[in-house]
Nanobody, 125 residues
Framework: QVQLVESGGGLVQAGGSLRLSCAASGRTFGNCAMGWFRQAPGKEREFVAALARRGGGTYYADSVKGRFTISRDNAKNTAYLQMNSLKPEDTAVYYC??????????????????WGQGTQVTVSS
């Protein structure tokens, strides 16, 4: 069982930066692929970024590639999403998710077993 808690959301002007954190409980964090998803009002949840477990690859949605960076610190049981050059269209609730014992993380939300409660990111123009 993995419990996830996001933090770091807030209000920022366009062009600004935020870093989201996802703190995980349990001793299985290192065996989890981690993903970030977001959901804007009236829209479906969409993939943002994913990171394989234990030093594997990173994967990004085209809309955030070059602006967002996903990372993890297994010693701290924490995943991060560094968001730079934010745009108003990045406004959404951001969720972190964990998928246990998967070598290549998925971009499909249905593949992830564990989810955080979400953190609001609002980018003003």
């Amino acid at each position: 069982q993995v419990q996830l808690v996001e933090s770091g959301g807030g209000l920022v002007q366009a062009g600004g930066s935020l870093r989201l954190s996802c703190a995980a409980s349990g001793r299985t964090f290192g065996n989890c692929a981690m993903g970030w998803f977001r959901q804007a009002p009236g829209k479906e949840r969409e993939f943002v970024a994913a990171l394989a477990r234990r030093g594997g690859g990173t994967y990004y949605a085209d809309s955030v590639k070059g602006r967002f960076t996903i990372s993890r610190d297994n010693a701290k049981n924490t995943a991060y999403l560094q968001m730079n050059s934010l745009k108003p269209e990045d406004t959404a609730v951001y969720y972190c998710a964990a998928d246990l014992l998967v070598d290549i993380p998925s971009s499909r939300a249905a593949e992830y077993e564990y989810w955080g409660q979400g953190t609001q990111v609002t980018v003003s123009s």
